[in-house]
Nanobody, 122 residues
Framework: QVQLVESGGGLVQPGGSLRLSCAAS????????MGWYRQAPGRERESVAT???????NYGDSVKGRFTISRDNAKNTVYLQLNSLKPEDTAVYYC????????????????WGQGTQVTVSS
């Protein structure tokens, strides 16, 4: 079955860095765009970064220049490097396998991981 397992979260001081990993299985990773999303308490889930099968990337305005998404198809893993962390980056971070779209819409559902907590605090 499909599994997305995130790791690498934790407590970090403002200005610090973390590297999140998401190991995927149960689907063709190299054929799927991937993304990182986050949800803070009392707020809606928001897109942090996405990477296509062709390695094109897109970032949320609040993380541009600080976060970097990457993927390793040989390891079925997507990464998120978080630098210059701020207290407002505190959230649960989720990995997602974004479904391909055709003329009729998404061809499958989005696959989600269980999330990893990132807390930025002094």
């Amino acid at each position: 079955q499909v599994q997305l397992v995130e790791s690498g979260g934790g407590l970090v001081q403002p200005g610090g860095s973390l590297r999140l990993s998401c190991a995927a299985s149960g689907f063709t990773f190299s054929s799927s765009a991937m993304g990182w999303y986050r949800q803070a308490p009392g707020r809606e889930r928001e897109s942090v970064a996405t990477i296509t099968t062709g390695y094109s990337t897109n970032y949320g305005d609040s993380v541009k220049g600080r976060f970097t998404i990457s993927r390793d198809n040989a390891k079925n893993t997507v990464y998120l490097q978080l630098n210059s962390l701020k207290p407002e980056d505190t959230a649960v971070y989720y990995c997602a396998a974004i479904p391909p779209y055709n003329a009729y819409g998404p061809t499958r559902r989005t696959y989600w991981g269980q999330g990893t907590q990132v807390t930025v605090s002094s």
